[in-house]
Nanobody
């Protein structure tokens, strides 16, 4: 069974940092692009960033550029979303997603219909 599991969310003060993890079971993450998405209260889900199958290309939406990074750990079959300089508007449930059909990452990735989603992890940025 193919499964994604996010972890690492929590409560952090504005300006703080968190690292979210997306661990996979049933398939090897290295073969596919991985995307991070979020859904804030009362808002639609939106793309945050993605990384291609090689790890050489990442893409981020404007609201998080320069603050968020994505990386892979091949040995752990895990992708990370490092979030720095967090703002209250970053408060949301964060999801990772993948699809066996997609290996590249770019702004187009956030509009794709992706087959596999994690359950989400809550990030709350508040003083």
């Amino acid at each position: 069974q193919l499964q994604l599991v996010e972890s690492g969310g929590g409560l952090v003060q504005p300006g703080g940092s968190l690292r979210l993890s997306c661990a996979a079971s049933g398939f090897t993450l290295d073969y596919y692009a991985i995307g991070w998405f979020r859904r804030a209260p009362g808002k639609e889900r939106e793309g945050v960033g993605c990384i291609d199958n090689t790890g050489g290309t990442t893409n981020f939406v404007d609201s998080v550029k320069g603050r968020f990074t994505i990386s892979r750990d091949k040995a752990k079959n895990t992708v990370y979303l490092q979030m720095n300089s967090l703002k209250p508007e970053d408060t949301a449930v964060y999801y990772c997603a993948a699809d066996l059909a997609y290996r590249s990452c770019g702004s187009h990735y956030y509009t794709l219909t992706l087959a596999y989603w994690g359950q989400g992890t809550q990030v709350t940025v508040s003083s």
